[in-house]
């Protein structure tokens, strides 16, 4: 377990819900990985994300698809795409990424509460 923060510490991370508008593969990526656009809503908009995802999900059913993400991170270069958001997830028994989920559809850009 992680040190004790303060509430403040976290309403200082800002992680909305966002629904992925489109996904591919992104081959010049060190390991393995899906790029994404995650549409935010109208406060936000859509951003670029990238996640070493591939071992569960592919590009195609990743459309649709609602998602956490870190919203005020300064943005992040891997190799030739700027990720703007950090798409939250754990990792499984193998250390594969499986992504952070809601079990049910709310607005994209709420904040996490």
């Known amino acids: ?7 403040d510490d976290f309403l200082a991370v800002d992680i909305r ?10 081959p010049e990526a060190r390991k393995p990985a899906i790029k994404m656009m995650i549409d935010f809503g109208d406060e936000i908009g859509v951003k670029k994300s990238s ?11 990743l459309v649709g698809r609602q998602v956490m993400a870190v919203v005020n991170f300064p943005p992040r270069q891997i190799g030739p795409v700027r ?19 809601i079990d049910k559809p709310v607005p994209n850009g709420r904040r996490l509460m």
């Open 1 to 7: 377990m992680s040190d004790t923060i303060s509430f």
């Open 17 to 26: 819900v966002g629904t992925i508008v489109e996904a591919a593969p992104f």
């Open 51 to 61: 996640a070493q995802i591939t071992v569960h999900y592919t590009p195609e059913e």
């Open 83 to 101: 990720s703007e958001v950090l798409t939250l997830g754990y990792e499984d028994e193998n250390g594969a990424i499986v992504l952070a989920a």
